[in-house]
């Protein structure tokens, strides 16, 4: 009976004395002391008093157990509330509430966007696309597409030449006689890409540019189907409230050929394209027989449908990459 109240007077202490310890830890350090002191597995306060238990009178031993488990639920309890503040004050040197270092995401650029939209628009009238060559033979660039040299239409097209056969292409076009050559009609396929002249950077021009080439041929195709989809197209693409007019213009290697405007308010017609039937002639280059198919082509710069769709006043502004012009689409 005695060593019970002992025990129980002990366990009384030891409470008051840990509360005390546990108010007074200020660091995870004094806290993991506290821990080892009453808890460890050795030495531990708790762990000797439960010691004592099996000396006790058999009747008296369920009610001390409970007790020294209560305590030690109690402490634990405890310890582990004080452990969280503590660990917090640590990290706490970071103030939660600064707002965050914004990451910079890219964007596609409006150039891209404007590609992936006509892309897009010719992909639902049965159309793929494929990349040529920015270095492109002379003959691909001119000769096939009835330029022959010192013809007077290659005068236009300020070329860089590499040597006397190589060149930087003037325009997509390069890529019509190519795939007819590795192609069987039906035919129906978009250039993309970006071709080069030696033209002064100003606002409407640059020595690099971006061309969209389209070139169908079958066994029926003509010149009104062709300016049915250029309207569709444009259509599609600006709103179908525009309104577009093609006239008579001239391209070796389409004949007869055309060029599309479409009406921009405040500006007035503006030139989009120029298009076409297939030549003959490119056809005969491309070993395809100009008397069982035909076809046409159109090519138009996404350059300048950028500068019209987002009303963009300089072309130059497309390339020089400041992002806070870059930032608004
Ligand atoms: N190649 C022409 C240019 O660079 C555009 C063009 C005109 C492409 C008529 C064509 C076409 O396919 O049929 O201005």
């Avoid at 096939?144 to 239409?153: D, R």
Wanted: charged content about 25%; proline content about 5%.
């Amino acid at each position: 009976m005695l060593e019970l109240v002992l025990m129980v007077l002990d366990l009384n202490e030891i409470e008051r004395l840990a509360l005390k310890e546990l108010s007074q830890a200020k660091t995870g350090a004094a806290l993991e002391k506290i821990r080892i002191k009453y808890f460890g597995r050795r030495r531990g306060i708790l762990q000797n008093v439960t010691k004592q238990i099996p000396k006790l009178p058999k009747e008296q031993k369920a009610g001390i157990g409970t007790k020294i488990n209560k305590l030690r639920t109690k402490l634990e309890q405890l310890l582990n509330q004080q452990a969280k503040p503590v660990s917090i004050k640590k990290e706490s040197s970071v103030d939660l509430t600064t707002p965050g270092k914004e990451i910079d995401l890219g964007g596609t650029h409006p150039l891209t966007s404007v590609i992936d939209e006509v892309k897009e628009i010719f992909h639902s009238l049965g159309f793929s696309w494929i990349d040529g060559p920015e270095v492109e033979l002379d003959a691909y660039n001119f000769q096939k597409l009835n330029m022959p040299q010192n013809h007077p239409a290659r005068d236009v097209q300020q070329t860089y030449y590499i040597n006397d056969e190589l060149l930087l292409r003037t325009h997509t076009s390069s890529m019509q006689v190519r795939y007819m050559e590795d192609h069987k009609p039906p035919i129906r396929v978009l250039f993309p890409g970006r071709c080069y002249r030696r033209d002064m950077p100003d606002s409407t021009h640059l020595p690099s540019f971006y061309q969209i080439e389209g070139l169908l041929i079958d066994d029926a195709s003509k010149m009104s189907d062709l300016i049915g989809t250029l309207d569709y197209f444009a259509k599609s693409f600006f709103g179908k409230n525009l309104k577009t007019r093609v006239y008579g213009h001239h391209f070796a290697y389409t004949e007869p050929s055309i060029e599309m405007e479409v009406y921009y308010p405040g500006k007035g017609w503006l030139e989009i394209l120029g298009a076409g039937m297939v030549n003959p002639i490119v056809l005969k280059n491309g070993r395809i027989d100009p008397n069982k198919f035909r076809g046409w082509a159109f090519g138009m710069g996404p350059d300048r449908l950028a500068l019209l769709k987002y009303g963009i006043s300089d072309i130059r502004s497309l390339y020089n990459s400041d992002l806070r012009f870059l930032k608004q689409f």
